[in-house]
């Protein structure tokens, strides 16, 4: 499955694709622990699921509410989950990263969680999935905090996912603008809107890559006010250039704030205003 084109990846293909992965990769695990890797990682879930076509594999992240109230609110892409059997399929693995840096056992907090998912808002126009899990959660896991503001240019951001349903993986890079995409059949293409006028954020990386597999995973930025500079959720992967190869291709983001204002704000605030960056909280 080529990352260019906005896709789920086929759990079939997994095993050819991470021989394929080559060195770029960041493993979360080789990171200097702190606070803001702890909540990326923590909130973020490899997830299987199935329809007519086949098993794929995607990436999510679990979202915390204004409220704190520990509803299992879960982000991820509209080209990965768009229907609801395809959501009650779902099979979320957390703490699926190395063991250590530069292993390949598991850590021994690994979980896995079946029972699906109900789907809350689905929004194609900014690829976006916003569903509530229907299983406990394992311990240890954080809700992921978000910002219902759109990034600028030039801000530093980080995405945390699972390459073709690899260990999780870190990426860093900066926002180059605002696009506008279009797919279809087997054409895919993005092209610069002016100001905020497009739906999806460019994203260019300075270390790091994603690939098919990493569809749905969020991108973080820090904002003014949230203590500490933790980084928020402000948008979901839809697809793009960049791999091991062309490490300097953008990607593009399913922008949060319009799906937020669209509708999620129903269940995260309630409220029709911007609010301020809302932190992470730890189940």
Known sequence: VAHHQPAAQHAADEQADKAAQGTCYRDIACETPNFAEEVMSRSVARYIFSNSQGTYTCTGTLMNDQAASGVPYFLTAHHCISTQAEASSIETHWFAEAFACESAGLATNYAVRSGGAQILYLNDKTDTAFLRLNSTLPP???????????VGGGQGVAGVHHPSGDLRKISFGNVAGYQSCTTGGSTYSCVDAEGTNGRFIKVVW??????????GSAIFASFPGVAGGEPVVVGQLYG???SCSQPSAPDQYGRFDLAYFDGIRNWLSGTEAATPPVPSCRL
């Open 140 to 150: 240890g896991v954080f809700f992921a905090g978000w910002s219902s503001s759109a």
């Open 206 to 215: 300075s270390s790091g890559v994603t690939e098919g597999g990493s569809s």
């Open 240 to 242: 793009g250039g960049s």
